[in-house]
């Protein structure tokens, strides 16, 4: 417990103490492995989905962040984003939020909210180029206070942007968490795809099911000229699809726009309603509603290991 609450102190440095107390008891009432293994949900919680990708730089975030916003903002859905990639959170950033989340009278974090998506991180509870040089527990002890220690309900769909790879992290989430279903992310070219297919193959070893795959800078159009070109490549995501017996939800084009709005904290979702790019981001977020709303799926998927 000490240990949590003075990397927590040494984050912003000006963490409250109910806060601090809230995320230390949280740490000393983990359970035990055998209790860890049981997926759960969150109350008033419809489904939760993991946005994953096999390796960093795909657009992962991107995609998560504009996927929750036209959740919300098109489909009219309560929509929360827990940004579980505790040594690289971008979501503060990508969503134009800052400053420590408030705790209610259950200890519990309020998540901050913008662009109507409600919203919790590790970048509101340290400095933004501040390093957490965490081991294994206690970056487990950080995602299991965010999955159950926050104040989320009532919320229709709360998206999970998922840490690159398949490590530790993410089998750790995909266990605990009663996953609606994962969505994954790549860009066209063959070794992309390749640690895609990885991701794959984690979530349906703890049966997850895989919503589909978002093909991200699938093409560019020249700003100049009007032509179309596939700087990644073309049809990975077509064949990785028909491989492994899963749908392509949607491809989204390689646009400077959607790199800008992100970084400034704008989605293009948000900012940009009848742009391409957020016209494929809305499409593929009807996609996974449709989806979610046709599984059925009652109660968590059970867990088998080879």
């Excluded at 800078?217 to 179309?228: A, L, N, P, T, Y």
Aim: proline content about 7%; charged content about 15%; glycine content about 10%.
């Amino acid at each position: 417990m000490a240990m949590l609450a003075s990397l927590l102190a040494r984050g912003r440095g000006s963490e409250s103490p109910q806060l601090v107390r809230a995320l230390t008891r949280a740490y000393a009432a983990q359970p035990g492995p055998k209790a860890a293994l049981s997926n759960v949900g969150i109350e008033g919680v419809q489904h939760i989905i993991a946005v994953a990708s096999g390796k960093g730089g795909v657009g992962k975030s991107t995609t998560a962040v504009n996927l929750a916003v036209a959740l919300s903002q098109r489909l009219g859905l309560r929509v929360g984003l827990l940004d579980a990639d505790v040594y690289g959170p971008s979501i503060p950033r990508m969503m134009s939020l800052s400053g420590k989340p408030r705790v209610d009278s259950d200890e519990r974090m309020i998540p901050l909210v913008n662009h109507g998506v409600s919203c919790m991180s590790m970048g509101f509870l340290m400095a933004e180029d501040a390093a957490a040089v965490w081991r294994g527990p206690m970056v487990m002890s950080a995602l299991q206070t965010f999955m159950l220690r926050v104040r989320w309900a009532p919320l229709d769909v709360l998206v999970i942007d998922m840490p690159p790879g398949t490590g530790d992290a993410q089998l750790s989430i995909s266990q605990r968490l009663s996953l609606s279903g994962a969505v994954i992310v790549s860009t066209p070219q063959d070794i992309a795809m390749l640690d895609a297919r990885r991701g794959c193959t984690m979530f349906r070893k703890v049966n997850v099911p895989i919503l589909g795959i978002v093909e991200n800078m699938s093409w560019f159009i020249c700003g100049s000229c009007g032509h179309e070109s596939h700087p990644f490549g073309s049809g990975g995501a077509e064949q990785a699809a028909a491989d492994l017996d899963m749908e392509l939800l949607g491809k989204i084009p390689l646009n400077i726009a959607i790199r800008e709005t992100a970084d400034q904290g704008a989605p293009i979702v948000a900012t940009q309603p009848d742009s391409p790019a957020a016209a494929a981001y809305v499409s593929v977020a009807e996609r996974v509603w449709q989806k979610l709303q046709a599984s059925g799926q009652q109660g968590p998927p059970k867990i088998e290991f080879e």
